[in-house]
């Protein structure tokens, strides 16, 4: 589910981006605040969901792989 919700985020944020520079050409400064914001968003997104996958344990540690349901490195 966390590849899903990164890639809509990073959607979000790229778009807030070119928001802000096509406001910055046009001197449009509704559009800019529009781009921060998107960009505002899409951040907090991010981070809510590091918080909801650290409080479930899901950690994207790839060293976590080798290792069992006890925390042993398996091998």
């Known amino acids: ?3 899903v919700d990164d890639a ?5 944020e790229l778009i807030g981006k070119a ?3 096509v406001g910055d ?7 800019q605040a529009e ?13 809510g969901d590091d918080v909801r996958d650290a409080l479930r344990g899901r950690d994207d540690d790839p060293a976590d792989e ?5 925390g ?4």
């Open 25 to 31: 050409a046009t001197d449009n400064h509704s559009l």
């Open 66 to 70: 080798n290792r069992t349901d006890e």
């Open 1 to 3: 589910m966390g590849t």
């Open 35 to 47: 781009g921060l914001a998107d960009q505002a968003k899409a951040k907090l997104g991010q981070a």
């Open 8 to 12: 809509k985020h990073k959607a979000e």
């Open 19 to 21: 928001k802000e520079k």
């Open 72 to 75: 042993r490195l398996a091998g």
